[in-house]
């Protein structure tokens, strides 16, 4: 199949890109406000935590301080940990779940991590020192009902202005995809754990 913009000239191109430039510079100009973010990363496709810790590493890149504060994560130790440890003076790392719902079998257990965690996180929310704080995996813990969605509704209404928060995991509820400014659902397309038997890989899931 012929791509549409291989058949016109070098210079109807060069003015279709002209014409893009233009309407992209004026939304830029438009585009003035700063203001902190509520991030939700949501859907089964993999990659929700990936992404929020290239924000995360942005962050320190520009000097800022960040918090990471994983949900269900914690009965291993993720070797994101160990690279990010370089940045000791600028990050707060915990891990402070037991592992997958599946292993720990102890609902009562599950929900009182969960509830230490947030803990954890709502000091970081309300701290104006901390530019981003990133909440790893909550969206599983208000969909399995470890944590009430409208309590951290109540509690990120407590961050600062200019601050950040990202909410990473499946399921997330409507009430915070309506709260957030920015929602990105990842698509499972395919996986090689279900269609090829593929097990977790260093460098790829941990």
């Known amino acids: ?16 890109m002209q014409r893009r430039k233009e309407v992209q510079a004026q939304r830029v100009a ?22 929020a810790l290239g924000m995360v590493v942005r962050s320190l890149g520009h000097g800022y301080r ?19 440890s370089q940045w000791e003076s600028q990050l707060e790392f ?11 079998q102890d609902r009562e257990r599950d929900i009182q991590n969960a509830e230490a965690a947030w803990k954890k996180a ?15 995996e909550v969206n599983v ?15 990120l209404e407590q961050k600062p202005e200019d601050s950040h928060v990202i909410l ?3 399921g997330a509820p409507q009430k915070l995809i309506d709260k957030a400014d920015l929602v990105t659902e990842m698509t499972l397309v395919k996986h090689p754990f279900r269609e090829q038997g593929v097990k977790a ?4 899931e941990y």
Do not use: C
């Not at 199949?1 to 279709?16: A, G, L, V």
């Not at 939700?40 to 990936?50: E, Q, R």
């Not at 709502?122 to 790893?136: G, M, T």
């Not at 208000?142 to 509690?155: M, P, R």
């Open 66 to 84: 960040v918090a990471i504060v994983q949900f269900i994560k914690g009965a291993w130790e993720p070797a994101e940990k160990n690279v990010l």
């Open 1 to 16: 199949m012929t791509n549409k913009s291989e058949t016109i000239s070098p210079e109807q191109y060069k003015q279709k």
């Open 201 to 204: 890989q260093p460098g790829i």
């Open 30 to 51: 438009q585009a003035s406000r700063e203001k902190g973010l509520i991030i939700v990363h949501t859907g089964n496709g993999k990659g929700k935590t990936t992404a």
């Open 168 to 170: 990473t995991g499946r």
């Open 122 to 136: 709502l000091a970081f929310i309300r701290n104006p020192e901390y530019h981003l704080v990133l909440l790893d």
């Open 94 to 104: 915990y891990a402070m779940g037991e592992g997958f719902t599946w292993e720990t």
């Open 141 to 155: 813990a208000l969909k399995l009902g470890y944590l009430d969605v409208e309590h951290v509704l109540a509690g």
